[in-house]
């Protein structure tokens, strides 16, 4: 029986056979692939061949014995596998890891599983994707660089080539059904209209549904989105819904498809809402959760979280707490207007936070009421960067503006403050807030030289298999 062990606390080889510096697709085709060989179907050439004929063919109909040929289909027992991948999250932001915005859903996983503190991504979106997706280095997927900025040289040219395959193919290979919700930043721009070609779409990576966006970000309120290859209009009882709903709708309708047609076939389902990713965009509501708990600034956020951080066990007691950037000016400093400012903008963000974690819970209830949640291994990766300084010192209420030279001064954004959040206002956080979030490391995403823009919170859940349920796992995966 294929085991997940550890110690409390410390888990040195936190999955048996495996060790250090595995990819994270490795660690989950090595999963499933020792739980079919196990059976002795493992494929070392995928598509399998097909199944030779065991019939009989006589001169009669009626002396013949028929054999219709087989699908591949994996063994009895084999697990489930989801893999939820948020966007731009800082390791201090979620509060499994320290963060003092509330992730219930998050924790209730770590509990059943293992939080990694040494899980390593790429400093940017789409390279982690590729790599994740892949099992291999970014670069042998052809994404050195994020997508948005491709160059004509191999290992950077984003195209994805057919001599790398992905998790979906993989498994979809061996008799799983595959679902990709959310975003999809690996497919070339010319190629993401839509007249294709789709063979770098989810469905010719090895995913049979689609449900999602192309490109790096969308607006959560008016998103433009595509089922398989097919552009969609968000039906009318939707229209107003908040994006990541909407994905989790699908998610959860995918899923009792499945279960309800074919029951006893294991799937795949890679869910990447692109949350919490600009434009910061939720309902008042959930921002409002946050009223006045940001005041203290960016500093004291630092200071606090690092201290729940040691006390959760996520850092050593001996850690200490990195210095401020210089660049990056103290809370103390700042101007009332600023403060105000960025306050509400953190407030914003947290509740986009909290709620992205609310919504994955719909996903995991229903697991958990189809009776499937023991037998299936769940990835929940807390970011596939660091936090996103993108928005500079001020931030922003339109993250357009930038790249069009246009300014926004504190008084202009001050005077907008009620639209935070919604369709009128297109937020990306102050690199302050950003820095903070990536408590307890230095800088943020796009910087891969330090901790900041590359190390991200994970929990690994597989209740029928986790030997040391709610323990940490310090081995480094990357």
Same mark, same amino acid.
């Not at 690996?186 to 999602?212: C, K, M, V």
């Not at 306050?343 to 947290?350: D, L």
């Given at each position: ?169 993989? %498994? ?92 006893? &076939? ?43 951080? &040691? ?102 954004? %001050? ?29 943020? &995403? ?33």
């Amino acid at each position: 029986m294929l085991k997940i062990a550890g110690k409390r606390g410390v888990a040195d080889a936190p999955i048996v056979g495996l060790g250090r510096n595995v990819r994270l697709s490795a660690v989950v085709f090595a999963v499933v692939l020792t739980s079919l060989s196990t059976m002795g179907v493992a494929q070392q050439i995928l598509p399998q061949p097909e199944t030779p004929f065991a019939g009989v063919v006589k001169t009669l109909a009626a002396d013949s014995i028929q054999d219709f040929p087989r699908p591949p289909a994996a063994p009895k027992d084999a697990p489930n596998v989801l893999i939820i991948l948020l966007d731009d999250v800082g390791y201090g932001q979620m509060g499994t890891f320290g963060s003092p915005i509330a992730t219930p859903v998050l924790d209730g996983l770590a509990k059943d599983g293992l939080r990694y503190t040494a899980f390593n991504t790429t400093a940017i979106c789409s390279p982690t994707r590729a790599a994740l997706l892949s099992g291999r280095n970014h670069h042998n997927a052809g994404f050195g660089i994020i997508e948005n900025f491709s160059a004509g040289f191999p290992g950077y040219n984003n195209v994805w080539p057919k001599s790398v395959a992905s998790i979906g193919q993989i %498994l979809k290979g061996n008799g799983y059904a595959t679902a990709w919700i959310g975003k999809n930043h690996n497919t070339p721009d010319a190629e993401s209209g839509p007249t294709g070609p789709f063979d770098r779409w989810p469905g010719g990576l090895g995913f049979e549904y689609f449900y999602g966006f192309n490109g790096g970000e969308m607006d959560q309120w008016r998103p433009s989105l595509y089922e398989n290859n097919r552009p969609i209009e968000v039906s009318a009882d939707k229209k107003g819904d908040h994006l990541t709903a909407l994905l989790i709708d699908k998610s959860i309708a995918w899923l009792r498809g499945e279960r309800s047609v074919t029951p006893d &076939k294991p799937f795949l389902m890679y869910l990447a809402p692109g949350a919490t990713h600009a434009p910061h965009q939720v309902a008042k509501e959930w921002a409002e959760k946050f009223k006045g708990k940001f005041d203290t600034g960016w500093d004291e956020y630092r200071v606090e979280t690092f201290r729940r951080q &040691k006390k959760l066990g996520v850092l050593p007691a001996n850690a200490r707490l990195t210095s401020r950037p210089e660049e990056i000016p103290s809370w103390t400093s700042l101007t009332a207007d600023q403060r105000q400012l960025y306050s509400r903008m953190m407030e914003n963000y947290a509740g986009f936070t909290a709620q992205t974690d609310y919504e994955i819970g719909r996903l995991i209830d229903e697991l958990k009421r189809t009776g499937v949640y023991d037998n299936t291994l769940i990835f929940y990766i807390a970011g596939d960067n660091g936090a996103s300084s993108e928005g500079g010192l001020n931030g922003s209420l339109n993250s357009m503006a930038f790249g069009n030279k246009l300014s926004e001064t504190v008084p202009d954004m %001050l005077s907008r403050l009620g639209g935070l959040g919604s369709e009128e206002t297109h937020p990306m956080l102050p690199a302050g807030w950003a820095w903070a979030s990536d408590t307890p490391y230095r800088w943020t &995403k796009t910087v891969a030289s330090h901790f900041g823009g590359i190390r991200n919170g994970m929990v690994v859940t597989w209740p029928k298999h986790i030997a040391d349920r709610g323990g940490c796992a310090t081995s480094s995966i990357t």
